[in-house]
């Protein structure tokens, strides 16, 4: 393995303790430029896992959370017209970062589950006839909860098309649990991340 991917899931793992394996996945993925959907209960480091990456990588990191009442322009962003001036100016929306954390996207409606599609696929966003590139590198890492689907909008398959993987970060172990529960006695070790790379490299 290369000695910079090594050092990158070892930084990772200093906070994901015991899912090296799905640590590598997503690395995996972010490498080969491909996005990551991540279908597990709440509680078990889906959001801790992105953030963890974004600051490994000194990449900055967007989260959204979907919900029914969710708005297209709330991921992609909108466009704003200065009443004097008369002109527009494109606002950001979550989707304007390295790494976006879609959490729940099941629990959003269609019209705002697709809104992600021209991201994921040509990292960049169309709003009112402009279009405006994301930055590089571009990674969605989404979650869903699988065993509580009442009121959820199950993604179609064009959008799933769009991950590279689907993964399942499971349970710790007992072990891993008791180590997880003294390793947050003091700061949460999101805080204490350090970057160990760049995102362009």
Known sequence: MNNKVEMLINNIERSIIGKRPVIEKVVCAMLAGGHVLIEDVPGVGKTLLAETLAKSVSGSFGRIQFTPDLMPSDVIGYTVVD???????????????????????????????????????????????????????????????????????????????????KISMGYPTVEEETGILLDRLGENPANEVRPVMTAEQ
Do not use: W
């Open 83 to 165: 009443i004097n001036t008369g002109k527009g100016s494109y606002k950001p929306g979550a989707a304007m970062c390295n790494f976006l954390l879609a959490d729940e996207i099941n629990r959003a409606s269609p019209k705002v589950q697709s809104s992600l599609l021209e991201a994921m696929e040509e990292l960049q966003i169309s709003v009112d006839g402009e279009t405006h590139q994301l930055p590089k590198p571009f990674m969605t890492l989404a979650t869903q909860n699988p065993i509580e689907t009442f009121g959820t909008y199950h993604l179609p398959e064009a959008q799933l098309d769009r991950f590279m993987i």
